[in-house]
């Protein structure tokens, strides 16, 4: 079994191999990348937007409209696919990119 280039049994840490990047010099590394912090302010961005709909929007709507509970149904249930659809669709955008800027393993790194 090959790792990395070696064999199993040959070299590691603690034979001379390759050290582990510490965990400032790891986030420095990400941090380099300027489509890995647009990927983490977008996600950002569509956690809060997920909260808003799913914690806030319910009971706003209940309290300020008793009796449309249904419209607030549909519309929600609207939005949520569309939403969902267009993530797919612009995750996907994003991967291609990535993977023609040369990462291999784009399709790993974004769900």
């Not at 969902?84 to 974004?110: H, M, N, T």
Request: aromatic share 12%; proline share 6%; charged share 20%.
């Amino acid at each position: 079994i090959r790792v990395h280039g070696r064999r199993k049994g040959q070299g590691g840490p603690s034979r001379g191999g390759p050290r582990k990047p510490s965990l400032s010099e790891a986030v420095c590394e990400i941090c380099k990348s300027r489509l890995c912090m647009l990927l983490f302010a977008a996600s950002s961005v569509r956690f809060m937007g997920t909260y808003v709909f799913a914690a806030f929007l319910p009971r706003f709507y209940a309290i300020a409209f008793p009796a449309d509970n249904m419209k607030y149904s549909y519309i929600s249930a609207v939005v949520v696919s569309f939403g969902g659809a267009l993530s797919s669709f612009l995750g996907g955008r994003v991967v291609d990119r990535w993977e023609k800027a040369g990462q291999p393993a784009a399709r790993l790194y974004i769900p």
